[in-house]
């Protein structure tokens, strides 16, 4: 069983940055793939950015790439994602989540999710 916890979520004027903190607990979370989507209202679910348990492949969503920047820490079993040059069609709540297997863009191929944090960007 894995649990994670988000924090960092906030409001932000457009073109500011925020960084999104997920801790992650569980014996073997180290070697999940962790990863971040988003939701915003009436849409479903979507990708934002994911990486590997051993840093060597990152993956994001072509409306993020060169913005956002995902990094994990597995001493401390963190994932962390950077957020610069935001937008107001990045309001959304945006979940944490793991999975043991490899990565998957769609949100029903990951196993485990946190409570969400929301994410608000003013124009």
């Known amino acids: 069983q894995v649990r994670l916890v988000e924090s960092g979520g906030g409001l932000v004027q457009a073109g500011g940055s925020l960084r999104l903190s997920c801790a992650a607990s569980g014996s073997t979370v180290s070697r999940h793939v962790l990863g971040w989507f988003r939701q915003a209202p009436g849409k479903e679910r979507q990708f934002v950015a994911a990486i590997n348990w051993s840093h060597i492949s990152t993956y994001y969503a072509n409306s993020v790439e060169g913005r956002f920047t995902i990094s994990r820490d597995n001493a401390k079993n963190t994932v962390s994602l950077q957020m610069n040059s935001l937008k107001p069609e990045d309001t959304a709540v945006y979940y944490c989540?793991?999975?043991?297997?490899?990565?998957?863009?769609?949100?029903?191929?990951?196993?485990?999710w946190g409570q969400g944090t929301q994410v608000t960007v003013s124009a």
């Open positions: 989540a793991a999975d043991p297997r490899a990565f998957g863009s769609r949100w029903n191929q990951w196993d485990y």
